[in-house]
């Protein structure tokens, strides 16, 4: 159970607030094997997943980097390119995305408390507010901010996102911060910025992969969260 007054939740978004699965897959890593495909590149689904969690662009170029394919088709513009192939793909699917089940209930019981409650996301600011309007986050009060990696200009694992969004509630305690997310990515993020780091299993990284970040707690989905309030 936690230990200290909390007043900050920073959630991710697909895979841990946002159920981002359709007919069986992921969209997000739909969305990146095709945006691959279209460039004549193919992609496990595993390795897409290695760097789930990442900002979407540096996904890609890391992804790039690990094909086995000659320096010099690793280029700056093609990672641009694929990185725009993803956008488009993303976008037309954005009306299929959906809650995780129980992030609602989750919202209310931290508002209750008096919790500040931020989702982030690797996601571009266009995205971002996208599925923040299809889910009428803002338009039900349900959240107090939802951001996108390009606020502060660096992705995960770096810590500056959490940072920025203490310094905007006014939060100093690294103690009094949840991070909460489902790929190692979102648990290294809380590691480095000191904050409790709860793993959540309803995104595409196994409990395996998750176990080996050390998160501080794992839970099956956003609706076990108040368990570790002691409720």
Known sequence: MLNEPIHLVVFDMAGTTVDDRHLGSSIVLEAISQAFTKKGLEVSFDLINKHRGKQKSQAIEDILNELKHPPHIRTKALAKDIYEEFLSFLIDQVHSLKEIEGTTSTFKFLKNRKVNIAVSSGFPTEIVDMIARHLKWKEFSLVDSVESVDVVGVGRPDPQMIY????????????????????????????????????????????????????????????????????
């Open 164 to 231: 920025y969004l203490m310094e905007r509630f006014n939060v100093d305690n690294p103690k009094n911060v949840i991070k909460v997310g489902d790929t190692v990515a979102d648990i290294m993020e809380g590691k480095n910025a000191g904050v409790w780091t709860v793993a959540v299993l309803s995104g595409t990284q196994e409990r395996n992969t998750l176990v080996e970040a050390c998160p501080d707690f794992i839970i099956n989905s956003i609706k076990d969260l108040p368990g570790l309030f002691g409720e």
